[in-house]
């Protein structure tokens, strides 16, 4: 007899099995976007929203890449997250560039929508080969956190404190260098257009310049002043971009290059960074994928991301808040890579409040969000009462089950009982 061949599985199998895993890859990004809530759940909090608790089938939209007003976008948290809503996002990432200022406001209003937040920024950064200080390509890095937020917050918060700082020097760089071309633009205007307490950066410069004459639009003072390759570019404080991958990593949160199509030499930056711990890349836009990109994240074993990095600066040129739509089992790949990094970083931030209840841990640990009948809560109060209440802010009722988390909520209660 001779030897049969293997048949090739039919078109139509290959097909089904796609669609089999498309439906557990929904399955599994809607049961973490909507959670379900424990039998006996009577009300929701600000992360587990009654509207949520009842959402069920559908797409389910999730928008990774947006800024508010705390940085450099138009809107404020509250409205960013409103005309969210409207486009049909379910899960919205908050990136505003260098500050994690509007999560509390966005996590507050998602609340009224059924949305989750995930807690984001997008941090400045400088690639150079030989760590030059003062050379190199200016890199943008996503992160992207739990719902608690960063373990090591402080050690987060130090590095993005340094690079506004150096923000209000490179703004003054700036302008002396537009006056030296005889675009004569006040400090008093830029800082008016960034607002209070808002690091100034080049979009709000180009803004100042908009108004003032100089240009047309902001695209105009990008390309023809400001923009990397500009005669009035000037670079901030900004660490190496392996750095900040590293402390992303460290700090319990997944790290994406953002619009790496942006870049001169991608693929070196790329390599350097997948080598310093980089979890993904950017690769769809609402016009599609990049060409090109795509192949460069598989190269190199990246999650393939996306969003529309909105501004609410109005016009043509800009991508409405939801247009890139991600594939299912994008989301789901995202999701499963981030989940137990993100329960590690919770724990981490529990185990420290119960070792030391003090005033200050308590804060951290709702930081990004108050769950209710949080108030009247004290550092006094049993480390087991809070530590039950922020686990069943951040975790569904599912989660809640998980054997680790229960370990880890017994190891708080000794804590507890010995204090």
């Excluded at 928008?63 to 049909?88: K, M, Q, T, Y």
């Excluded at 966005?106 to 920024?121: E, H, L, N, W």
């Excluded at 500009?230 to 670079?235: D, E, F, V």
């Excluded at 119960?354 to 709702?366: C, D, Q, R, T, Y």
Aim: net charge neutral.
């Amino acid at each position: 007899m001779g030897n049969k061949r293997k048949s090739k599985p039919s078109r139509s199998k290959r097909k089904s099995k796609a669609s089999a895993d498309q439906a557990l890859a929904l399955d599994y990004v809607r049961a973490w976007a909507h959670p379900a809530p424990p039998p006996e759940a009577s009300a929701a909090d600000d992360f587990l929203p009654a509207q949520a608790l009842r959402c069920g089938g559908g797409e389910v939209l999730f928008e990774l890449h947006s800024h508010s007003n705390h940085s450099d976008g138009f809107l404020s948290p509250s409205a960013l997250v409103e005309r969210a809503h409207r486009n049909g996002v379910k899960v919205l990432a908050l990136t505003d560039h260098d500050t994690m200022a509007g999560i509390p406001e966005a996590v507050s209003t998602a609340s009224k929508f059924g949305m989750r937040i995930i807690p984001g920024v997008e941090i400045s950064a400088i690639y150079s080969p030989r760590e030059v200080a003062g050379a190199g390509e200016p890199v943008h890095i996503l992160a992207y956190y739990g719902m608690c937020g960063p373990s090591r917050f402080d050690e987060l918060d130090n590095m993005l404190l340094n690079i506004r700082d150096g923000r209000y020097l490179r703004a003054k760089n700036i302008l002396a260098k537009l006056n030296r071309l005889k675009v004569q633009i006040k400090w008093e205007h830029v800082t008016k257009i960034a607002g209070e307490g808002v690091a100034p950066g080049r979009l709000h410069v180009a803004r100042a310049m908009v108004e003032a004459g100089y240009v047309e639009n902001i695209r105009q003072a990008f390309n023809k002043y400001i923009g990397d390759d500009g005669p009035a570019y000037s670079s901030g404080s900004e660490p190496f971009a392996e750095t900040v991958v590293q402390l992303i990593s460290r700090t319990g949160g997944i790290s994406a290059l953002a619009h790496p199509w942006a870049l001169k030499n991608p693929d070196a930056i790329i390599r350097a960074l997948k080598g310093a711990g980089l979890n993904g890349m950017e690769v769809y836009r609402s016009d599609g994928k990049v060409d090109g990109f795509f192949e460069l994240a598989d190269k190199y074993g990246l999650l393939k991301l996306g969003g529309s990095d909105f501004h609410g600066r109005g016009g043509k040129d800009e991508s409405d808040i939801g247009t890139v739509k991600l594939a299912i089992t994008t989301l789901c790949c995202f999701l499963k890579m981030a989940r137990p990094i993100w329960s590690s970083a919770m724990k981490d931030i529990l185990v420290k409040f119960a070792e030391e209840p003090s005033a200050a841990n308590l804060g951290k640990i709702v930081k990004f969000g108050r769950p209710t009948n949080f108030d009247g809560f004290s550092p006094t109060c049993t480390g087991i009462d809070i530590v039950d209440l922020c686990l069943s802010s951040w975790l569904s009722y599912d989660e809640m089950e998980d054997v680790e988390v229960e370990e880890v909520r017994l190891k708080l209660a000794h804590y507890a009982a010995e204090r």
